[in-house]
Structure formats: structure tokens, C-alpha cells
């Protein structure tokens, strides 16, 4: 089976016309480009700073986090530091859960925009048409094994590709992973997901729009969280058949270890099925830090070894994509490019094969779907060792308060 696991860096340059390295290309480049971590945090765009101000209980939490960022931190090391405290400060809950809503708001309508803007002809499409080809050609399509694909990202862009491609409208959970020639699998949620919660609302209470989110942010260090799932594009937070219950923006934080994921179980579970089948990584954007994916690697991919491709916008960049997968021992060979999402997926001139002289860190998505085990795409390198143990994430620092 082949598997693409997509990170920030592919929505980041998802639009051929406005690649990276071009970024006088087109006057809106940097007011609806999705944003990389730093840029969650501190949006340019106008909309991004609308919505910074539409969640003010989610204030302090940012500005924490840009101050880490001000200072070389690791953010998703801070988050974390921060999220251990929820047992003792009861607020970090409520400040959390604003983070989320602030999180989905501005990573639907961003993106969104982004999108409008190149209707929707993004890279996405390109990589998934020249993948399914290929799948058919090979495998037998639709008699064979589906192209497997995992993301870490909160936006649809991968769901709208989807849809181009192979005609399938991903507006209901159970569609996800169940189609014979693609399964999509988004182990941070999606800021179309919600999941139910349960608060303390008398029967016949009822709060439009919004305002059921900001209440259920008020309420957060009491709400209880339940198993099921709903795919929701509108503003409704509160149930309308039950007022007890709230259907709440089903995202991750961005935290080292990332203990839990943000899916429905049997998502997880046809993931890790999948996992088992998988031949073949192509790792687009994507840095390979999330630790808790990188054991489910280690634990459900094949004992034989696979292939990896790294796509990243430099080959240090690819070769940390690299560095980090192989100490899961899944690997034996690996190829990089460092053209960027938008040069991976571009038709070569020529084939592979008839090229005199080719930079193996400039290589095409047909490249490695046209190149056997034995051409010159392919770097072999021994399997690693296996992930070292687990850390303990470091205790949030303790200032020392005493009684005034």
C-alpha cells in the first residue's frame, strides 16, 4: 500500500502559481496562505486577526505561546507544559478549549479563502490523480489495495482533492475509509469534526449559534466528553434535539508527545489496519515529530521493510523528515526532494529513465512511481534501531508562590 502522511508544509504550498520561493507572484500570498505553526499563533491575514479577537478567553494562552515563540521555544513543548496544569488551575481547561475554537475558526476560513482563490486546483489533486493512476496501472485500482493517506492538518484541502479526483463527497464520518481506490485519515481532527459533550443546560435551554460555544468555553473544566462523532460546516454548537448536549470543534493541540488522538475509534482502527499494508511512505511537508504516530509506525507497519520519501521545501529539511522515520526500524531506502510540494507533483520533461544526468534531490512523484528498486532514485541505509523510550514530558516550572 502505498501511504502519503501530509503536515503543515503541503497546505503551506498547496497552490502551484503561488509556490514557495515566488512570493511575489501573486498580491494575496501572504494574506491567505494557510499558516505554518508560528503563523497559528500571530496571523497575518486580516481574517486570522478577526478571529484572534473573536476568542477572548483564548487571549492569554496566545500570548504565552508567542512569547515562547519570541524566544526560541518549542511551542508545542510549552502547550504541553501548559496542558499538564489543567488538574491544578482550573482555567487552563477553559483556555484550552478557546484555543480549539480559535484553532477551527481560523483554519476553515483561511484556507478556505486560499482555496476560492485557486478554485480549488491545488497540489492535492495533482498528487492524488498521478497516485490513483498509478494504483490502477499497477495494482489493479479498485481491485487492489486503496492509496492510503494520513494528515496532520486541521484544514479540507485533502478532503476537496478527494472529492475532484475520485468523486467522493466527504460529508459523513463512516465515508472516510471506506472507499475502495482512497481512505483518509486525520489523527488531529478536522475543523469540520465535532465531537458530543455533555453539560449541566436544563432541558428547553437553548443557545443559537456561537453563543452555545462560548458557553460551553465557560463551562469547560466540567463538561464531559463522549464517543460520538459529527461532521458539522455550519455555526450550531448546541444539539437540537437535546439541550444537554454540545457538539464542540474536534481538534488536537499541538503538544510534543500527543498521547491521544483526535479521531473516531474506528478510524483509528482501519488506520492501523492500513498501517499493516503500507509499502511505501511519501511524507509531504511533514517533519515526523508526532511522536505518538511514530510508535504506531513502529508497532503496525510491516516487518519488512518499507520505502520513504521525504518532500520538503530544502533537503535539510527533507533529511529531518528522514532522520526521524528511520528510528521507527520500518525503512531500508529512502529518496528526497527539496522542490517543495509544488515541484514534487509537476510532470517531469522527460522520464526518468531517459535523463542523462538527474539531482536526486530534485526528483517528481512520477520519478518514484516510475523508478524500480535498483535505479539511482533510491538511497538504501540500514533500518534503525527502533524509538527510544519514552521521555516524561518536564513538569511546568513552579514559580514559587507564596502568600502575600
Known amino acids: 500500500m502505498l501511504m502519503f502522511v501530509f503536515g503543515a508544509g503541503a497546505s503551506f504550498d498547496s497552490d502551484p502559481a503561488r509556490r514557495l520561493g515566488d512570493p511575489d507572484l501573486h498580491p494575496i500570498d501572504t494574506e491567505h496562505r494557510p ?45 504541553e507544559q501548559i496542558k499538564l496544569a489543567e488538574d491544578t488551575y482550573p482555567e487552563t481547561a477553559t483556555q484550552l478549549l478557546a484555543f480549539r475554537a480559535y484553532l477551527a475558526r481560523l483554519m476553515d476560513e483561511v484556507p478556505a479563502e486560499w482555496v476560492e482563490e485557486c478554485q480549488g486546483l491545488t497540489n492535492y489533486v495533482l498528487a492524488l490523480a498521478q497516485a490513483d493512476r498509478w494504483n490502477v496501472e499497477v495494482r489493479g485500482g479498485a481491485l487492489g489495495t486503496p492509496i492510503g493517506c494520513v494528515t496532520f492538518n486541521y484544514d479540507s484541502m485533502l478532503e476537496q482533492a478527494v472529492r475532484s479526483v475520485f468523486g467522493l463527497h466527504l460529508n459523513d464520518m463512516d ?116 511522536r505518538h504516530f511514530l510508535q504506531l509506525l513502529q508497532d503496525e507497519m510491516p516487518s519488512r521493510p518499507a520505502r520513504l520519501v521525504a518532500v520538503a521545501e530544502s533537503t535539510e529539511a527533507a533529511e529531518e523528515t528522514v532522520n526521524n522515520l528511520w528510528e521507527t526500524g520500518r525503512f531500508n531506502s529512502y529518496a528526497i526532494s527539496s522542490l517543495g510540494f509544488s515541484g514534487f507533483v509537476e510532470t517531469p520533461t522527460e522520464p526518468y529513465s531517459q535523463r542523462a544526468t538527474v539531482d536526486r534531490t530534485h526528483l517528481c512523484l512520477q520519478d518514484v512511481l516510475s523508478a524500480g528498486p535498483q535505479s539511482g532514485v533510491w538511497t538504501g541505509r540500514t533500518p534503525g534501531p527502533g524509538l527510544a523510550a519514552d521521555l516524561a514530558p518536564a513538569a511546568l516550572i513552579n514559580p514559587g508562590y507564596v502568600d502575600l
Not at 53 to 78: C, H, K, N, W, Y
Not at 235 to 242: A, C, K, L, V
Open 35 to 79: 499558516p505554518l505553526a508560528a503563523g497559528l499563533l500571530d496571523p497575518s491575514s486580516r481574517r486570522g486577526k478577526e478571529v484572534v479577537a473573536a476568542f477572548p478567553r483564548a487571549a492569554s494562552l496566545i500570548m504565552q505561546l508567542r512569547q515562547a515563540t519570541a524566544q526560541g521555544l518549542d511551542v508545542e513543548e510549552v502547550l
Open 175 to 290: 465515508k472516510y475509509a471506506t472507499h475502495q481506490r482512497i481512505h483518509v485519515y486525520k489523527p488531529h481532527g478536522s475543523v469540520t469534526w465535532r465531537r458530543e459533550s455533555q453539560w449541566d443546560m436544563s432541558p428547553g435551554s437553548w443557545l443559537d449559534g456561537v453563543g452555545g460555544l462560548n458557553h460551553a468555553i465557560e463551562l469547560a473544566p466540567a463538561l464531559k466528553w463522549g464517543d460520538r462523532w459529527a461532521y458539522v460546516t455550519d455555526d450550531r454548537y448546541q444539539d437540537p434535539d437535546d439541550a444537554t448536549t454540545a457538539w464542540l470543534p474536534a481538534l488536537s493541540i499541538p503538544v510534543r508527545s500527543k498521547s491521544e488522538f483526535t479521531m473516531p475509534e474506528w478510524h483509528r482502527v482501519e488506520m492501523v489496519a492500513d498501517l499493516a499494508k503500507v509499502t511505501a511512505v511519501i511524507a509531504v511537508g511533514w517533519r515526523a515529530r508526532e
